[in-house]
């Protein structure tokens, strides 16, 4: 039976990236919604899978995009009952805020590559596939851990880089779908004024994706399936 998965996206080039493969060979058929385009239409308990997307806009800026409030419904209502999705940075923010989390500006832009300290729940799940990869962070904002999370990896810079809720939803502040080095040149045209702001070198960032793409490709689909797997029936 084919099963769907409605990806919420709120720019172009943060997509699912390496994710797809990994959905297509799951037996899930892919539908995007541009999420400013609104969601409000779409039932929030009937798909299979609904992964929800990062972008360059705060949870907190609902006056200015109201289509995150109605987003943010939307997961609530889907985690209410109890249907797996998965959340990527921006919608990792938006899932906490749905359970109550406060979501708010960190101070620090974590932009780059690291690896993750994972907890000792972390290490025995599906995240286990990213020991000692050097992730790709894009953020500027994180949230607190929302009641009845499990956290399940860190950073230096963040302390909330992941948690689960229950087995049904996975919320990830980094980005292990990045697909590199192949669409590193989206992220920097598409976020120059960010780097040019935080005053990031963009050939540093060029370097590094091509000198850890291909693993951090190939542990970002090892990660999805094991977690797909793991799916309730």
């Known amino acids: 039976m084919v099963k ?9 080039f943060e997509d699912l990236g390496s994710f797809e493969s990994v959905l297509h060979d799951a037996g899930y058929f892919i539908y995007y919604r541009n999420a400013g385009r609104g969601v409000s239409d779409i039932d929030p308990v009937s798909p299979e899978l609904v992964v929800v997307l990062g972008g360059p806009i705060g949870v907190y800026e609902g006056a200015a995009y109201p289509f995150l409030d109605d987003e943010r419904r939307l997961i609530a209502a889907r985690l ?8 990527i940075c921006l919608g990792a923010q938006l899932l906490a805020s749905a359970l109550g989390a406060k979501v708010y500006a960190s101070g620090t832009k974590e932009i780059g590559f690291s690896p ?3 907890t000792e729940t972390g290490a025995k799940g599906a995240l286990r596939h990213l020991t000692d990869v050097p992730v790709f962070h894009w953020h500027g904002d994180t949230f607190e851990l929302p009641s009845g999370a499990q956290l399940l990896a860190s950073t ?12 049904h939803a996975l919320a990830l502040q980094f980005h292990p779908e990045a697909d590199f080095p192949d669409h590193i040149e989206d992220w920097l045209v598409g976020h120059a004024a960010e780097l040019a702001a935080a005053r990031i070198d963009v050939r540093g960032l060029r370097a590094r994706a091509v000198e850890v793409g ?20």
């Open 4 to 12: 769907r998965v409605v990806a919420l996206r709120h720019v172009a």
């Open 80 to 87: 209410s009952a109890k249907r797996p999705t998965l959340a």
């Open 116 to 118: 993750l300290t994972l």
């Open 156 to 167: 230096s810079v963040c302390r909330n880089q992941a948690f689960a809720i229950g087995a």
């Open 214 to 233: 291909s693993t951090l490709r190939e542990a970002g689909r090892r990660m999805p399936q094991e977690w797909l797997d793991a799916l309730p029936g």
